[in-house]
């Protein structure tokens, strides 16, 4: 968290409004029991996920297209997962998390999530949900929202660190809005060290 807001305070340009790029998560009893007997704790991928997730891309596939293009490419963890490209530039990806599907959006205002959300429920939510996948939606693996610091909070650094300080004294901002994942995406109230957050307040907060 440090190092994604201090990189924003290198940017003097204000870019409103806001974007967002959510990070939705799916799961499947197969999927997370074969993460759970998973050799390698922590291990993003197994045998049994990719599996699943070339099932998703079919079932994606078959939705959207001849409307979008599929591309291959490694991720971060040197597993193949796959970006799902329309003519007109937008694009979501599906890719492996820990016991889950993760799928990450490009980032977006609210007004343009809001035009796309007909395409995501067609081309993404209901093939994954509903059968023959089955899916499950967000209640193991929680998910994530992105906020482009630069264009939310403009360099501004007591705005970033009273987005900090609110986002620590409301706990359901995380727990009631996102769904409780304590191992993914934990609290900053669940900190071993809560002199950290004291001390990042401070330096924020700092002339």
């Not at 009893?29 to 074969?34: G, R, S, T, W, Y």
């Not at 995501?120 to 899916?135: E, K």
Request: net charge negative; aromatic share 10%; proline share 8%.
């Amino acid at each position: 968290m440090t190092i994604a807001f201090s990189a924003c305070l290198l940017q003097a340009a204000h870019a409103w409004p806001p974007t967002f790029a959510p990070e939705i998560t799916f799961t499947h009893d197969e999927i997370f029991n074969a993460y759970r007997r998973s050799s390698e704790a922590g291990a993003t991928s197994t045998p049994t996920s990719i599996r699943w997730l070339e099932r998703a891309r079919d079932a994606v596939a078959h939705a959207c297209q001849p409307a979008c293009t599929i591309t291959p490419f490694r991720d971060r963890y040197d597993v193949e997962a796959y970006r799902v490209t329309y003519p007109d530039g937008s694009w979501f990806e599906l890719t492996l998390d820990p016991a889950v599907i993760e799928i990450k959006t490009m980032p977006v205002t609210l007004a343009q999530f809001q035009a796309l959300r007909p395409r995501l429920q067609h081309d993404l939510w209901d093939p994954l949900v509903r059968p023959p996948l089955g899916l499950e939606a967000g209640i193991r693996g929680g998910g994530h929202i992105n906020i482009g610091a630069d264009e939310a909070f403009g360099g501004d650094v007591l705005l970033i660190r009273n987005f900090l300080v609110d986002y620590w004294n409301h706990e359901a901002l995380s727990w009631g809005v996102l769904g409780r994942d304590p191992h993914q995406a934990p609290h900053p109230t669940m900190l071993r060290d809560r002199r950290a957050f004291e001390r990042l307040t401070q330096i924020l907060a700092a002339p």
